[in-house]
């Protein structure tokens, strides 16, 4: 007798269905909110077991094989799971945004309709000074008596180009060119449709401390109040193993061997031989890759033998 295939009914997240549709605010005017959603941590067990429905394993089991999965960058399972979120986001942070093309996306066009009426403000406390040692970063802040006028100008700036902006428009210049003008910190919107695999790639670039401020502001917000609803499972392995994991390469491996039988001399003569201790009048030379290096052996407790006096 022919056996007709299991009926299979879509998988539906609780915490997911709370809140579908409500937006959640980021910076002073740019929201998130969940559009749909496809599959669950169990989708991730299903496809990794090759198998339909739920079967027999039990939630241990299930949660063991997602971060046997995770552990060792088994990524297909993970890209049978997909969010869609409409976003309000400032251009020059979705700039960085779409720089991930791993994703489906769909943005407001202001050739078509006209610009929204909102832009990214920074209050007085808010201005971030340039990292001396990261070109593209900041670090610190400027004092709050220059930042009044710095958020004043801007104001001035944002009010000036949406005027010249709707005076375009009412001379019948055509949207696409009259918006040239517009800063970036005008908000745009965009449907993001993307798998988990490829989220949470994007989530630890994004979330990492020297991505830009405005950015890691959405990263958060995704990750912990909309993927953690989501695959829970999924999302503790991603932060015990890729956030708050420490790779180690092959040198850094020996340098932690020598400095765990406390032979800092041998630590030494090692980071001599991978060209991180060069020096120039005394002082040792910038060396991006011993400077990752000084980080995971303070991650670790480990003294850095070339900084140790004793």
């Not at 993001?192 to 917000?221: C, G, P």
């Amino acid at each position: 007798m022919e056996q007709k295939p299991e009926r299979l009914e879509r998988i539906q997240v609780a915490a997911m269905d709370e809140i579908l549709g409500k937006p959640f605010k980021v910076l002073n005017d740019g929201f998130i909110r969940v559009i749909d959603y496809l599959g669950s941590d169990a989708s991730i067990v299903q496809a990794a077991r090759v198998s339909y429905g739920k079967g027999t394993k039990k939630v241990q089991e299930d949660r063991g094989l997602i971060r046997y999965l995770m552990r060792h960058d088994h990524t297909t399972p993970f890209e049978m799971c997909e969010l869609k979120l409409h976003l309000r986001v400032p251009m020059d942070c979705w700039r960085q945004w779409i720089r991930h093309r791993t994703a489906n996306i769909n943005e407001y066009s202001t050739r078509y309709s006209i610009a929204i009426d909102a832009a990214q403000t920074t209050q007085p406390d808010e201005w971030r000074t340039q990292a001396v040692t990261n070109r593209q970063g900041s670090e610190g802040l400027l004092e709050t008596e220059k930042g009044k006028t710095l958020t004043r100008k801007e104001k001035e700036i944002q009010d000036l180009a949406r005027q010249l902006y709707e005076e375009r428009l009412s001379l019948g210049v055509a949207r696409e060119q009259a918006r040239k003008d517009l800063p970036l910190s005008t908000f745009t919107e965009a449907y993001w449709k993307i798998d988990l695999h490829n989220l949470l790639h994007f989530l630890e670039l994004r979330m990492a401390e020297n991505a830009q401020f405005e950015i890691r502001q959405y990263a958060h917000l995704i990750g912990y109040e909309i993927v953690h609803r989501w695959c829970p499972i999924s999302w503790e392995a991603f932060m015990d193993y890729r956030i708050h994991g420490l790779p180690l390469s092959r040198l850094e491996v020996e340098l932690v061997q020598a400095l765990a039988a406390a032979d800092k001399n041998q630590a030494i003569r090692l980071a001599k031989d991978y060209g991180w201790l060069e020096y120039r009048d005394g002082k040792l030379t910038r060396n991006i890759e011993r400077g990752e290096v000084e980080e995971k052996l303070k991650r670790l407790n480990l003294t850095i033998p070339w900084l140790d006096k004793d």
